[in-house]
Nanobody, 125 residues
């Protein structure tokens, strides 16, 4: 059974930090690109960050560059992390983890094959 389970969301003040985790199981996710997307109320889902299967290549939305860091651990089951620093109220959203077999366009949510249920991140001003 394929599972992507996010955790680590919560309420934080502006300027604070959170670390999201995504535990992936049920497939050989060590060979998948992994990404984080977010969706705020009334807005479309948007790309946040992605990482290649090896971890060598990372990709970020301009809005989070220099503040967020994506990483992964393929030691056992794949776990993907999103370290979020200097959080802003506009970062408030549900954050989703996703897995992509091909990696042809890590920025596009259409390319991703599997999705988690999401975790809420709320940044207060």
């Amino acid at each position: 059974q394929v599972q992507l389970v996010e955790s680590g969301g919560g309420l934080v003040q502006a300027g604070g930090s959170l670390r999201l985790s995504c535990a992936a199981s049920g497939r050989a996710f060590s060979t998948y690109y992994m990404g984080w997307f977010r969706q705020a109320p009334g807005k479309e889902r948007e790309f946040v960050a992605a990482i290649s299967w090896s971890g060598v290549n990372t990709y970020y939305a301009d809005s989070v560059k220099g503040r967020f860091t994506i990483s992964r651990d393929n030691a056992k089951n794949t776990v993907v992390y999103l370290q979020m620093n200097s959080l802003k109220p506009e970062d408030t959203a549900v954050y989703y983890c996703a897995a992509d077999r091909r990696g042809s366009d890590p920025y596009s949510h259409y390319e991703y094959d599997y999705w988690g249920q999401g975790t809420q991140v709320t940044v207060s001003s």
